[in-house]
């Protein structure tokens, strides 16, 4: 942002005589604001989020892409993976080992990462503050972010955090109470050192500057509500899934927040079923009342008296003895009759039956929005199923083709997810090791997530059962070559196979002529190419005429050995 010292303090309009600037003072003030509060209905979206969580589907889905995202890795027994950037020694691989074994431990990781990871998918941020003693993390709502000041000198990196209901206090540990609407930072530690508490802001930005005309004024740099605490960055851990192309940035957006249309429809559509059923699943009954030729009026009156005799039950007050009646409703149980007077010739008043719904156990509507739900979230339609008809389903391996690309696209939905969290746990754990003084350096290595959970190993195990069954058969063709087989049917290649050879003939101890290897052989100077070359060089010693034979008995030495071979040599050599 160098061209912002190009830029001078606005003067106030001349036509306005107003203390308050009006806005020919606000056209100057700079269009890049420096207090972020992302999405104006932020804090209504985490409650949003809460009630989207409570749906099964939902809640499923999100376990399991906080479950895929945090596997565990056997070899450190840490969430955590070490990529070396550098050739490193072996101490210092054991020393990284046992560091990131002890920051998982500190932090408790091995529990909190599904928690973490999943807050951080359900809200689209994370927030802790670290402790400068002990540096653990400490959970901060997300609600309690107020808003984010950003230096945009410096490229808009978030400067201060301001959140709500905090008591910075940390390190003495002690009941001092803490005067609301204090800045904390300064460049001090927390709690202790000459700077524990920065000064206050309550009077900066009275001047005209190009950050705002009014320091005070709701929605500026320097506004703070009731017991709100502007903490320095560089306590302040924020996990966000945001890339800063958004104009969510510094907060992320929730994974949900692409599915909450959906979300709204089918939970229209369950509270619509639920209704149509409870309201019209029971059979009704249909009462013909027998009015004769009354008329209109009487013949109302004749049917709503009827229907009181039957809907209501007249019983004796328990108060009042038996000269009082009272009537109370009745629901007309199954286990009632019901008795109207017909005449001779057969008319009367009957009873028949209405039945109820008949399309109650359709629910394809709902699948629909179901499976839509999950699409939005990227999860593989065989993860969920949406009836008890699709348990049982048997779920083809990656041959097809349908079922691994599914997955795929779920991996690589996972990989990047991580890829925006990682980044933070990488700096923080650096900054850990530097705090306990390891003297390693941070450009050689760096902190990843595990890779999510893969069905590609069970696709291989698959595909490899497959080949071996074909190559079963193949080879014992008479024809057909064992090397061809194993290059064509199993997929070997020419290393695969040599070294197959190898061990092939160690376990059955066959012995082999030992190669020498290209490589050794450029170890020493020598390709292997130019041997008979770089020997063509030097000259065959001649041996002297009273000099004995290679391989030969040197004189004052033993005879040969038996089978005319001499030790360590060949046979048919060396003969007196």
């Known amino acids: 942002m160098a061209w912002k010292k190009y830029f001078k303090d606005a003067n106030l309009s001349p036509i306005s005589g107003e203390k308050v600037p009006n806005f020919a003072k606000r056209n100057y003030s700079s269009y890049l604001p420096d207090v972020y509060t992302g999405h104006p209905n932020r804090i209504q979206r985490y409650f949003q989020y809460d009630q989207m969580?409570?749906?099964?589907?939902?809640?499923?889905?999100?376990?399991?892409?906080?479950?895929?995202?945090?596997?565990?890795?056997?070899?450190?027994?840490?969430?955590?993976?070490?990529?070396?950037?550098?050739?490193?020694?072996?101490?210092?691989?054991?020393?990284?080992?046992?560091?990131?074994?002890?920051?998982?431990?500190?932090?408790?990781?091995?529990?909190?990462?599904?928690?973490?990871?999943?807050?951080?998918?359900?809200?689209?941020?994370?927030?802790?503050?670290r402790d400068p003693e002990t540096q653990k993390w400490l959970y901060i709502d997300n609600a309690k972010v107020d808003r984010i000041v950003v230096n945009e000198s410096e490229g808009k990196k978030p400067e201060q955090y301001v959140i709500r209901d905090i008591?910075?206090?940390?390190?003495?540990?002690?009941?001092?109470?803490?005067?609301?609407?204090?800045?904390?930072?300064?460049?001090?530690?927390?709690?202790?050192?000459?700077?524990?508490?920065?000064?206050?802001?309550?009077?900066?930005?009275?001047?005209?500057?190009?950050?705002?005309?009014?320091?005070?004024?709701?929605?500026?740099?320097?506004?703070?509500?009731?017991?709100a605490y502007n903490i320095n960055a560089e306590h302040v851990i924020h996990m966000s899934m945001s890339d800063g192309l958004d104009n969510l940035f510094?907060?992320?957006?929730?994974?949900?927040?692409?599915?909450?249309?959906?979300?709204?429809?089918?939970?229209?559509?369950?509270?619509?079923?639920?209704?149509?059923?409870?309201?019209?699943?029971?059979?009704?009954?249909?009462?013909?009342?027998?009015?004769?030729?009354?008329?209109?009026?009487?013949?109302?009156?004749?049917?709503e008296r009827v229907k009181n005799e039957i809907n209501q039950r007249r019983i004796p007050s328990a108060s009042g003895g038996a000269n009082f009646i009272d009537a109370t409703y009745n629901p007309m149980s199954i286990n009632e009759?019901?008795?109207?007077?017909?005449?001779?010739?057969?008319?009367?008043?009957?009873?028949?039956?209405?039945?109820?719904?008949?399309?109650?156990?359709?629910?394809?509507?709902?699948r629909f929005f179901t499976n839509k739900l999950f699409r939005g979230l990227r999860i593989p339609s065989s993860y969920l199923p949406t009836g008890a008809e699709d348990g049982g389903q048997q779920y083809n391996d990656g041959r097809v083709g349908t079922a691994y690309i599914q997955e795929l696209r779920f991996n690589k939905y996972c990989a990047r997810l991580q890829s925006m969290l990682a980044e933070t746990f990488d700096s923080e754990f650096k900054l850990w090791i530097k705090s306990k003084g390891y003297n390693i350096d941070n450009s050689m290595f760096g902190l990843k997530l595990n890779p999510p959970q893969n069905f590609a190993q069970y696709r291989q195990t698959e595909m490899d059962q497959s080949r071996v069954n074909t190559f079963s058969q193949v080879a014992e063709l008479?024809?057909?070559?064992?090397?061809?087989?194993?290059?064509?049917?199993?997929?070997?290649?020419?290393?695969?196979?040599?070294?197959?050879?190898?061990?092939?003939?160690?376990?059955?101890?066959?012995?082999?002529?030992?190669?020498?290897?290209?490589?050794?052989?450029?170890?020493?100077?020598?390709?292997?190419?130019?041997?008979?070359?770089?020997?063509?060089?030097?000259?065959?010693?001649?041996?002297?005429?009273?000099?004995?034979?290679?391989?030969?008995?040197?004189?004052?030495?033993?005879?040969?050995?038996?089978?005319?071979?001499?030790?360590?040599?060949?046979?048919?050599?060396?003969q007196v």
């Open 337 to 366: 009759d019901y008795f109207f007077p017909q005449t001779a010739e057969g008319r009367g008043s009957k009873v028949d039956t209405l039945p109820g719904g008949t399309n109650l156990g359709e629910i394809d509507d709902l």
């Open 167 to 227: 008591n910075p206090n940390l390190q003495r540990l002690s009941a001092t109470q803490i005067t609301p609407n204090q800045t904390y930072g300064g460049g001090g530690t927390t709690g202790g050192g000459t700077a524990a508490y920065g000064q206050s802001y309550a009077n900066a930005g009275a001047t005209n500057n190009m950050s705002g005309f009014a320091g005070g004024n709701a929605g500026g740099r320097f506004y703070k509500t009731m017991n």
């Open 478 to 574: 008479p024809y057909m070559s064992k090397r061809f087989a194993l290059k064509r049917y199993l997929g070997l290649s020419e290393e695969e196979m040599a070294r197959n050879a190898e061990l092939w003939a160690e376990e059955n101890n066959v012995p082999q002529k030992k190669q020498t290897k290209s490589n050794e052989l450029r170890g020493g100077g020598v390709t292997q190419s130019g041997i008979s070359t770089d020997l063509d060089q030097f000259e065959e010693p001649t041996a002297e005429p009273d000099s004995p034979e290679p391989g030969g008995v040197q004189p004052g030495q033993p005879g040969s050995t038996p089978g005319g071979q001499t030790p360590g040599g060949t046979g048919g050599g060396g």
């Open 250 to 303: 510094p907060f992320g957006q929730s994974v949900l927040e692409q599915v909450f249309k959906v979300y709204k429809q089918k939970e229209l559509l369950e509270d619509a079923i639920i209704i149509y059923r409870v309201q019209r699943a029971p059979e009704r009954r249909v009462f013909y009342i027998d009015v004769g030729n009354m008329p209109t009026h009487l013949a109302m009156q004749f049917v």
């Open 53 to 129: 969580d409570s749906d099964s589907e939902i809640n499923a889905a999100l376990d399991i892409l906080a479950e895929f995202s945090t596997q565990q890795n056997t070899e450190n027994e840490t969430p955590f993976d070490i990529v070396f950037n550098d050739e490193t020694t072996e101490h210092e691989v054991k020393l990284l080992k046992k560091a990131l074994q002890q920051w998982t431990k500190s932090n408790k990781f091995n529990k909190r990462i599904f928690r973490i990871f999943r807050n951080a998918l359900k809200y689209g941020d994370c927030f802790f503050v």
